[in-house]
């Protein structure tokens, strides 16, 4: 049976650009699936057509692929079926509306808009134009992680914390500048509610929306550098559950890179806890632990071409990260398998991640900086479209 073929264009040139592109370029076969296969077909640069060309030599895509110096010519290109959204989250409302208004399928990078007013039109805009629309968070092994082995589950802790030092990032940095909607709660603190979400909410039948308790730190640009949210997701049957989500630059969830001190993500529930090991946005390591006294630890390892290969991947920007090892996948593949997937049957949406999911954490995000007085500049807040940020 001939596979199916998705061709890829890329928005945006920049370090997970770069990440997500290699891992696309691995064969599908080296982590079982054998109906599907990625191509890509073009990527745009917005600074210059000669940097999107860069950019296609450095991953390795085929000399085929085209380059250009802008992302409006990118999205007129009728080879291309998916479009990738890289930009900072500020600009994912323009980019991801430029799009879908060319009758493109998007997966588009977290957090998906800076706010949740823009998310509502991106997805009306998606049902409009009958395209896929995806936001790039979804966690890979989720259901197998949660599948009620720990009977009712009550509480989740999850942090992402990742030890940087902002005053060494320039001021227009994309993690704290709020220019680009900067800051820990869109970065990383994203992943820690999408874990309280997918084990408290995503789980249940008729599940309602969390009320909303925060907190954070500010650092001196305006944006948040550290911040803790405190859920509370009323249940019919069982009660309340808590989620408590934390996330920062001035601490770390794994400070010396060895897991000493514990998990990133703790589930709950009447008959034990599963434990999750840091990084919470690429977990290959999981305990269970029961009330009755078992452990059972398990690898998830990511898939790649392996040791002796000589290929790496990985994320490093100039806020830190580490790459993998030799041959191991990033693990950005399992998102653009289920975009294959998802065209290939005719799914307008993720079966992981729902785009109700993705627009109520983003609800919750906004509640948080309304808590809390965290504000953009208003072209980056605003639902109009097309303006030039
Ligand atoms: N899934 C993950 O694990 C993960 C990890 C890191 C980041 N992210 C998300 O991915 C997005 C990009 O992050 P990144 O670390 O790749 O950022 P980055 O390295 O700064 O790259 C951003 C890219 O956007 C383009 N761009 C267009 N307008 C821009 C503007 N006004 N300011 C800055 N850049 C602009 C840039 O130029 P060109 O168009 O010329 O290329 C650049 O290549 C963010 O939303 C972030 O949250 C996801």
Redesign the pocket.
Known sequence: MAKFQLRWGI??????????GRDILLNPVTRGIHDIEHVIVAA?????QS??RT?LDKIGAPSSAVAYGS?QELTQNPDVDIIYI???????YQHCMLCLEAGKNVLC???FTTNAEQLKLVIRKAREKKVFLME??ALEGMDKINSGVIGTVYRTFADLSMLSTPESLPD???LVSP??AGGVL??TGIYALTWIFQTLFTTQENPAPPTVLSTLRKYRLGTDEQVAVLLTFPREVDGDAHGIATASVRTSTDPDGRGTAGPAVRIQGSKGEIQVTHPA??PTHTKIIFTDGKVEEKEWPQPGPGLGSGWYNG?R?EAGGVLNQEGEG?G?FWEADECAFALRDGRKESQHQSLAESLLVMQVMDQVRAQNNILFPDEIETTDYPIA?
């Open positions: 928005l945006a040139t920049g370090g997970i650009a770069e990440t997500f745009a640069a917005s600074s210059s940097r999107a950019f992302y890289s930009t900072p989250h500020s600009h994912h990078e977290k957090a790039a968070v227009t940095h994309r220019k680009l869109l970065d946005f690429r994320f920007n990033h950005m940020i």
